[in-house]
């Protein structure tokens, strides 16, 4: 990477962190979800920084991929999920944290827990010349196991690279047997952790209203083309939200994102619930490996 995408990649990092910050100073329970994600995004942006990604506000056993939709009357409770991305011309700072939004003992078990295997991860990264994917996911499994939790094995962190944030590289919450080391490039590592009695994994749950541009092609429609092009111009690759595109075009966009769902051109990615119904936390940091070393650009 060169010194400019450097700069962005520490920039969006920065911003991230006063994010996060922001965020734990103002949600308490019973406030709207989509009044927490818009002041997260709007905050984002009036620090010099785009969202890269809708703003991800996820209840309990809903591990993942949860955004509220404009009109959305939902309101934060339980174990709550705050991921947050931010880019700076696609260079990309991805964290997470988990809010015990009931004061109980067991959620705070398990932030205790995801929280200890991301720091635990993160320090065998800093130490070591050429970290081993697999001993991440061990170190990661053993913490979380240590805690009187599990892991989500089907969860991972992964490697980053511009206008892309699941980039080619896994990294496992578990040791997967894989002895690739990580080399030079920008990676999140992001531990979920469960209940022991839940299943340790997730699955599908409702639609999101979370896509994704997946590939190139022609609408029939006008104003489906103008939407694309849209969504090509300002989202390029990464995620965007229903909620977004309403605000630019009207409750009409719906229609357009079913056509252009219908014809292959964008993903809509689907909540990530855990399958026993158990409770799950989250923590994330995003790294840079160089030849100069590893730094933390989330903390």
Not at 136 to 146: C, L, S
Not at 228 to 257: D, H
């Amino acid at each position: 990477m060169d010194a400019q995408e450097l700069a962005q990649l520490k920039h969006a990092g920065s911003i991230a962190v006063e994010s996060i910050a922001f965020a734990r100073k103002f949600i308490v329970r019973g406030m709207p979800l989509l009044e927490i994600a818009e002041r997260i995004e709007e905050h984002i942006v009036q620090l010099g920084g785009k969202p890269a990604f809708p703003v991800n506000l996820s209840i309990n056993e809903i591990a993942a991929h949860a955004t509220p939709a404009l009109g959305d009357t939902a309101v934060a409770r339980g174990l709550l999920k705050v991921d947050i991305g931010v880019q700076m011309e696609g260079s990309i700072a991805d964290t997470a944290f988990t809010l015990d939004l009931e004061q109980l003992p067991e959620n705070a078990q398990l932030i205790v827990a995801a929280e200890q295997a991301l720091k635990a991860a993160v320090q065998f990264v800093e130490q070591e010349h050429a970290p081993a994917i697999r001993e991440i996911g061990r170190i990661i499994a053993n913490t979380i196991t240590q805690h009187h939790a599990q892991p989500v094995t089907n969860l991972s962190g992964h490697s980053i690279e511009s206008y892309e944030i699941h980039a080619g590289v896994t990294l496992p919450n578990y040791d997967n047997a894989q002895e690739k080391v990580l080399g030079i490039g920008v990676y999140a590592i992001e531990p979920f952790a469960t209940e022991r009695s839940g299943a340790g994994q997730v699955r599908d749950g409702k639609m999101s209203g979370i896509y994704a541009l997946v590939k190139e092609g022609a609408v029939r429609d006008t104003f489906t083309r103008e939407v694309l092009a849209y969504i090509a111009e300002e989202y390029r690759t990464l995620p965007f939200c229903t909620r977004w595109l309403q605000k630019k075009f009207g409750s009409r966009v719906l229609l357009s994102l079913q056509r252009l769902e219908t014809a292959g051109l964008v993903h809509q990615y689907p909540q990530l619930v855990e399958v026993a119904g158990k409770k799950v936390a989250q923590a994330e940091h995003t790294l840079i490996i160089s030849e100069k070393g590893v730094q933390v650009t989330t903390r």
